[in-house]
């Protein structure tokens, strides 16, 4: 039987991921296909890889994202996104997919003509750094002469490249849709950052019913896409989440 496994964007919020796939071991559940967008983009890669989530863990922790190092110059954007290469080389060492222990889909968003590519052949690295390059902050990465921005942009939610082969779906998504009131848009800006927020959440729950099992934590809305100092939290919340939702549902994974 063929499982899929579909994890958001996130930024932080991504670590849950890791919880996600810890939880998933325990019970014995081991997803064959894989499709990833930005934060996701990058777990996905990693656990199709073969690496551990105690590593995954580590990378997640240790990983500087605004240190002085990365910051562009003359580029769209403050961080450099190709300064994360190496490091994702040091997990990745042979930067290809078909060397990858599970299969594996990595989208990202053209940022120039406004489609949406998926990722799954040839160089690995470039990809998961195009996916993960959340607008505004990472310069775009270019792959083969394209130019391409952070998947979330045109779809959190991945779960369509799994559908043709997987069996059961297993959804994770990590974004949240945070409850406010009117008094905490209090800026153009706020405004805006919500309309964005609005559209990236409805899509991708839209997708929801594709999925055999969906694990969202909704404590997640308390952390931010830059809050690279709760990763543990963010990984408890994964972690328990699943295992809340894998003993409650443990019928609809049998074959």
Same mark, same amino acid.
């Given at each position: 039987m063929n499982t899929g496994l579909v994890l958001s964007g996130g930024g932080a919020r991504g670590a849950a991921h890791i919880g996600v796939i810890k939880?998933?071991?325990e019970f014995g559940i081991s997803p064959t296909h894989i499709s990833g967008t930005s934060a996701g983009a990058i777990i996905g890669a990693l656990y199709a890889a073969g690496v551990s989530w105690s590593d995954m863990l580590s990378f997640f922790k240790t990983i500087s994202i605004f240190q002085t190092t990365r910051y562009a110059r003359n580029k769209p954007g403050f961080i450099n996104s190709?300064? !994360?290469?190496?490091?994702l080389k040091a997990y990745l060492p042979n930067d290809n997919f078909e060397d990858l222990k599970k299969t594996l !889909?990595?989208?990202a968003a053209n940022v120039i003509d406004g489609s949406l590519k998926v990722f799954s052949k040839g160089q690995l690295i470039k990809p998961i750094i195009a996916s993960a390059s959340f607008p505004g902050v990472f310069t775009p990465t270019e792959i083969n002469g394209k130019f391409y921005i952070d998947g979330g942009t045109l779809n959190n939610f991945p779960v369509e490249p799994l559908q043709k082969d997987c069996d059961k779906i297993i959804g994770v998504y990590v974004n949240p849709l945070k409850k406010i009131s009117i008094k905490d848009l209090k800026h153009s800006y706020s405004v805006?950052?919500?309309a964005y927020k609005i559209k990236v959440a409805s899509?991708?729950?839209l997708k929801f019913p594709i999925c055999d099992l969906i694990i969202s934590p909704e404590e997640l809305i308390n952390y931010g896409t830059f809050d690279m100092n709760s990763v543990e939290a963010i990984f408890n919340l994964g972690y328990i989440a699943t295992k809340k939702v894998l003993e409650e549902n443990k019928h609809i994974l049998e074959k």
């Open positions: 939880a998933l071991e190709e300064k !994360f290469y190496d490091d !889909f990595i989208t805006v950052e919500r899509e991708s729950m």
